[in-house]
């Protein structure tokens, strides 16, 4: 496995030994960014993805853009940070909708669902990403996920259909 690049720690950076016997990054919990392309009908056709770095964590799986949350930082602003940071997304240029929280005894994941509002150049703007890629919904599953991304995709496919107009 490749070393991971230096970087200064973020705050909030580091390994929870949480209860239920796993180890999950992010002191203060972790969120990430699911966003949706629609068609005139309002329809999702594609969501944003994240081919993850081989160094990181469950790397070389495709998931969404996101990370640890700062100290204070709400989930929203996290994801939405993260994936500036990854994967080139303006905040201006998403909507975001609805959120689903993973809970662990001693740790929390939010997925952040939104919208694309405003076209944008989705691209790596890290070394944690490999490839960004627009992927249509039908093929989401057919990609070597993140475990928890694929456990938790056909609910996050099935929010994506419900979403306010």
């Known amino acids: 496995m490749t070393e991971p690049p230096r970087h200064v720690p973020a705050p909030g950076d580091g390994w929870v030994e949480c ?6 990054w992010g002191l203060h919990g972790a ?8 068609d005139p009908t309002g329809a999702p056709t594609h969501v944003l993805l994240q081919h993850r770095a081989p160094w990181s964590h469950h790397g070389g799986t ?7 949350r700062h100290p204070v930082e709400d989930a929203t602003a996290a994801a939405l940070r ?4 990854e994967a080139g997304v303006p ?3 998403v ?38 890629a ?11 996920l993140l475990p928890a991304f694929a456990q938790a995709w056909p ?9 306010p107009a």
């Open 19 to 24: 209860a239920c016997g796993s180890r999950h």
């Open 31 to 38: 969120a990430g960014l699911l966003v949706a392309r629609r």
């Open 62 to 68: 495709w998931g969404i853009p996101g990370g640890a």
């Open 82 to 85: 993260e994936a500036g940071e």
């Open 91 to 93: 905040s201006g240029a």
């Open 95 to 132: 909507r975001p909708f609805a959120t689903r929280v993973l809970t662990h005894p001693d740790w929390t994941y939010t997925t952040v669902l939104a919208d694309e509002v405003r076209a944008f150049d989705a691209r790596p703007t890290d070394a944690e990403s490999l490839a960004i």
């Open 134 to 144: 627009w992927v249509p919904v039908d093929e989401v599953a057919a990609l070597d």
């Open 155 to 163: 609910a996050l496919r099935a929010e994506l259909g419900r979403r």
